[in-house]
T-cell receptor, first 110, second 114 residues
């Protein structure tokens, strides 16, 4: 069964304290690994797509990396406005749906 | 550049009533996906549609739920005879095509069943 697991479930950081969020996946055929940000009461906002192991993408304080079994979302010197739930999702070769992990709720204190 | 639009944003129904949720994809997008987010749970795929066709409905309950994406107008997710367990946030996403794969989400419709 295709599965996407995120850890930790929740993460509290001080402003400026860098850290990483993990997304491990067990899927039959990965077409792409997607990262989204979701604020309370809103829809997921697209951040990155990674297609092959070794690929990296960056956007402001965020950097996403991909291996054959997991993806990391590194956040460097976070600010309070980075507080949100970060979702990863696997796009599979079979079918067009995204299989989501449970998310990591990030809280950055000033 | 309007994003994915959903309405209503909030919908309250009593048990046994019908709920109709609407989704207009981003301009230029012809692929629509519906996901459901139950309280304290992750996003779960329900159905994937292209214009006038249901491509994959493997995540949609067999009873009471239906979806359409007509040639003209928005995609509609219809829930008949709602029950309390249907209370959730329903999100629509759209993509340019199946190969491009990046899905952009709307703000969601929050359904509350009394």
């Amino acid at each position: 069964e295709d599965q996407v697991t995120q850890s930790p479930e929740a993460l509290r950081l001080q402003e400026g304290e860098s850290s990483s969020l993990n997304c491990s996946y067990t899927v039959s055929g990965l077409r792409g690994l997607f990262w989204y940000r979701q604020d309370p009461g809103k829809g997921p906002e697209f951040l990155f797509t990674l297609y092959s192991a070794g690929e990296e993408k960056e956007k402001e304080r965020l950097k996403a990396t991909l291996t054959k079994k997991e993806s990391f979302l590194h956040i460097t010197a976070p600010k309070p406005e980075d507080s949100a739930t970060y979702l990863c999702a696997a796009g599979l070769n079979a079918g067009n749906m995204l299989t989501f992990g449970g998310g990591t709720r990030l809280m950055v204190k000033p | 550049n309007a994003g994915v639009m959903q309405n209503p944003r909030h919908l309250v129904r009593r048990r046994g009533q019908e709920a109709r949720l609407r989704c207009s994809p981003m301009k230029g997008h012809s692929h629509v996906y519906w996901y459901r987010q139950l309280p304290e749970e992750g996003l779960k795929f329900m159905v994937y549609l292209q214009k006038e066709n249901i491509i994959d409905e493997s995540g949609m309950p067999k009873e009471r739920f239906s979806a359409e994406f007509p040639k003209e107008g928005p995609s509609i997710l219809r829930i008949q005879q709602v029950v309390r367990g249907d209370s959730a946030a329903y999100f629509c996403a759209s993509s340019v095509d199946s190969n491009y794969n990046e899905q952009f989400f709307g703000p969601g419709t929050r359904l509350t069943v009394l």
